[in-house]
């Protein structure tokens, strides 16, 4: 069997998508057609089902992507870093939320970077879970973290780490709430507005949010509150880091991880709330493609993380 057949086949069942594929390969889509039903014809069974968008692999073809995937990556490693350069680093290709990932997994894997025989050299891009896993499956990143968990077999996730979220506000937010004076846990107070009125008690409280449908602030009130939030975003910034700062500045409240605005809350830029009895709590996965972990610089990293991670959470 051609293994550029195999290649594109491969390439394709991780698009999902011919077009894609094409962009990925550098070749043309009629190209990649080509190629995908010479495979087919040579197999005698199909491989995708062919769809208004994209195509859908079939078992015989999810079967042939799980068997190859692994082989072809490893080959493709082999040629680039090659057989005889033995003093050449490999490349961990990483991708992930950028907040966490900056935070968290970077100053981790550092200390696996450099030339003592077993680093690698390190490449990061940031991306939501969508992106990071669509990248992985491509074959653009060797690991993702990520919030969600891949379906399918084509990829192999396990969970890294649980998130706390935390309500916080600049301390002027909890004497004009609730009439006390701001601790590092927010106010007895306030605390019992809260047991009294609920999510209500907030509704004066501007918010801070990394996008318009307010994902942390959504979900915050449907697990501690059992409703939806009332108040629209007053401040919007794409990143947590840019909406711990204005919370602490004192433009409304946040829904924060608890290691992001861990320090903040020690020095008291900003407090808490509220301190619910079971917190809300957001789960990430370390994904790869199945198959490389037979890699050692993937399977290092990834052993590294997971071991590290218990200490973050």
Known sequence: MDLALLRTFVTVHRAGSFTRAAA??????PAVTSQIRTLERQLGRPLFLRQARGVTPTTIGDEL???AA???DALVEIAETGLDDESSLRTLHLVGPPEFTAERALPALTALTGEDGQGFALRTSFGNAEEALEGLA???HDLAISTA???GGLLTATPLCDEEHVLVAAPRWVELLGSGKPRRRGTRALENVLALKGAHALESVPVVEVHES????SRYWASVFDSRPAAPGTV??????????????GAGLAVLPRYLCATALRRGDVVALHDPAVPPLRTYFLSVRTGTLAMPHIARAHEWLLRTAGDWC
Do not use: E, M, N, T
């Open 24 to 29: 990925l390969l550098g070749l043309s889509q």
């Open 65 to 67: 992507a799980h068997k």
């Open 70 to 72: 692994p082989h072809l």
């Open 138 to 140: 491509a074959g653009h």
């Open 149 to 151: 968990r891949p379906r």
């Open 214 to 217: 307010l994902p942390f602030v």
């Open 236 to 249: 919007i910034v794409p990143d947590l880091r840019a909406a711990l700062a204005c919370a602490a500045a």
